[in-house]
């Protein structure tokens, strides 16, 4: 079982809708959760961290966070074209406090 | 301020020579990480230097793959005698101190070096 699990899609959304992507960890020690987007080409960049259960909302974006059933997604809302890219999640493992661990990420596409 | 910076951002070389990749992470940032990202795929984990701690290299996918820090700067990637298989996207992290809180774990970015062996 990998230590941090995406679909890889891709997720095809009507621009306006809201996306949805999920994750899920192996570590039940994990207590940080991030989102990271990256466009073709491009290197990673922070959009979302979540260290509590429930929810966290930034703008468009709202992270979820469910520790006992080691679950974390993110939530885009009207959804943009600008927002197709690949998105990364990453867990840090409980062994080591600061390593962080990425899935292999989820392709979003937004269709006009 | 500054980002993460790396150089080179290209770099080719015949299979059989060894390449130094350099990361500059961004002012007062402990952590550095080193990852490898093969076409269309995943991050995979190399390094994690924290501090003066003993660095995580147990993501070092062979005795060809050394890496150093100076202190909290500069950190040098080594690959000795190259292979095709080492031809990807290499990219370098840096975050806070991890005694910040859990926040100091959020990770920024370099524009990496992309490596092609030939």
């Known amino acids: 079982q990998k230590e941090v699990e995406q679909n890889s899609g891709p997720l095809s959304v009507p621009e306006g809708a809201i996306a949805s992507l999920n994750c899920t960890y192996s570590?039940?020690?994990?207590?940080?959760f991030f989102w990271y987007r990256q466009y073709s080409g491009k290197s990673p960049e922070l959009i979302m961290s979540i260290y509590s259960n429930g929810d966290k909302e930034d703008g468009r974006f709202t992270a979820q966070l469910n520790k006992a059933s080691q679950y974390v997604s993110l939530l885009i809302r009207d959804s943009q074209p600008s927002d197709s890219a690949t998105y990364l999640c990453?867990?840090?493992?409980?062994?080591?406090?600061?390593?962080?661990?990425f899935g292999s990420g989820t392709r979003l596409s937004i269709r006009p | 301020g500054a980002g993460v910076s790396q150089s080179p951002s290209n770099k080719v070389t015949e299979k059989g020579k060894d390449v130094e990749l350099r990361c500059d992470p961004i002012s007062g940032h402990t952590a550095l990480y080193w990852y490898r990202q093969r076409l269309g795929q995943g991050l995979e984990f190399l390094i994690y230097?924290?501090?003066?701690?003993?660095?995580?290299k147990s993501g070092l996918p062979s005795d060809r793959f050394s890496a150093e820090r100076t202190g909290e700067s500069v950190s040098t990637l080594t690959i000795q005698r190259t292979q095709q298989e080492d031809s990807a996207v290499y990219l370098c992290a840096s975050s806070l101190d991890e005694s910040v809180g859990a926040g100091g774990r959020e990770q920024y970015f370099g524009p990496g070096t992309r490596l092609t062996v030939t």
């Open positions: 230097f924290q501090g003066n701690s003993a660095p995580d």
């Open positions: 570590d039940r020690g994990s207590q940080s």
């Open positions: 990453a867990v840090n493992a409980y062994s080591s406090a600061s390593k962080i661990i």
